[in-house]
């Protein structure tokens, strides 16, 4: 953050070069097909967010099999399947859902009111 000029003339010529410099890096990546200070003799060591992409896919991919395993098999999984979509149906049709957002909206606003109130009586 330091090395952004203060003043708007040399806050435009340092946006420029920069522009410029990443002009010519993109010109030899899609020359050469890698960046200049890229190093190929370099290993790749995975980050730790890496190490945990394959269990967390794995343990994701295992409960979406077993929620469709249950749908397949269980018969209270159907019905609570079934019965919550018709519910939910039912309630979006007779106008019910939007009652519920009205509400929740109105006890956000109130809170809203009430922390401005606050804030503006100390």
Same mark, same amino acid.
Do not use: A, M
């Given at each position: 953050m330091s090395d952004i000029p203060a003043e708007k003339?040399?806050?435009?010529?340092?946006?420029?070069?920069?522009?410029?410099d990443k002009e010519k890096r993109l010109e030899n990546f899609y020359k050469e097909g890698k960046f200049p200070e890229e190093?190929?003799?370099?290993p790749y060591f995975p980050s730790s967010a890496d190490s945990f992409r394959?269990?967390?896919?794995?343990?994701w991919n295992s409960g979406l099999f077993l929620i =469709?395993? *249950?749908?397949?098999?269980?018969?209270?999984?159907?019905?609570?399947?079934? @019965?919550s %979509?018709?519910?939910? =149906?039912? *309630?979006?049709?007779?106008?019910?859902?939007?009652?519920?957002?009205?509400? @929740?909206? %109105?006890?956000?606003?109130?809170?809203e009111t009430q922390t401005t109130s606050e804030s503006t009586t100390s």
């Open positions: 003339p040399e806050i435009d010529s340092w946006l420029r070069e920069l522009w410029y190093d190929e003799t370099k394959i269990p967390i896919f794995l343990i =469709f395993y *249950l749908v397949l098999v269980s018969p209270v999984t159907r019905s609570y399947l079934l @019965f %979509n018709v519910l939910l =149906f039912v *309630l979006s049709t007779l106008g019910h859902i939007e009652d519920i957002d009205r509400k @929740f909206e %109105n006890i956000d606003t109130q809170t």
